[in-house]
């Protein structure tokens, strides 16, 4: 939790395949200093938001909290559907 404000900093790591590698991902996230247990990573396309760790994620989402992404098509391909 921030200091004092009750929001809580997420992060959201996504990439296509297996083979991918979602380092630089997660560097980033942690050089915003996302905490570590705040981090969900999905291995698949962004097709649509069947993923289970985003789900995970939306779920864990109040008002005023922060979530952090590398960029936005990390979150998926449908940029209408990406609101939330």
Request: hydrophobic share 30%.
């Given at each position: 939790?921030?200091?004092?404000?009750?929001?809580?900093?997420?992060?959201?790591?996504?990439?296509?395949?297996?083979?991918?590698?979602?380092?630089?991902?997660?560097?980033?996230?942690?050089?915003?200093?996302?905490?570590?247990?705040?981090?969900?990573?999905?291995?698949?396309?962004?097709?649509?938001?069947d993923r289970p760790q985003y789900k995970k994620l939306?779920?864990?989402?109040?008002?005023?909290?922060?979530l952090c992404i590398k960029s936005i098509d990390r979150?998926?391909?449908?940029?209408?559907?990406?609101?939330?």
């Amino acid at each position: 939790m921030d200091k004092g404000t009750g929001m809580m900093t997420y992060g959201y790591v996504r990439v296509s395949t297996k083979e991918q590698n979602e380092d630089m991902q997660l560097i980033a996230l942690r050089e915003a200093d996302v905490p570590e247990r705040n981090i969900y990573t999905d291995k698949q396309s962004g097709k649509d938001f069947d993923r289970p760790q985003y789900k995970k994620l939306v779920r864990r989402l109040k008002k005023d909290d922060l979530l952090c992404i590398k960029s936005i098509d990390r979150l998926g391909r449908n940029y209408e559907e990406i609101y939330f």
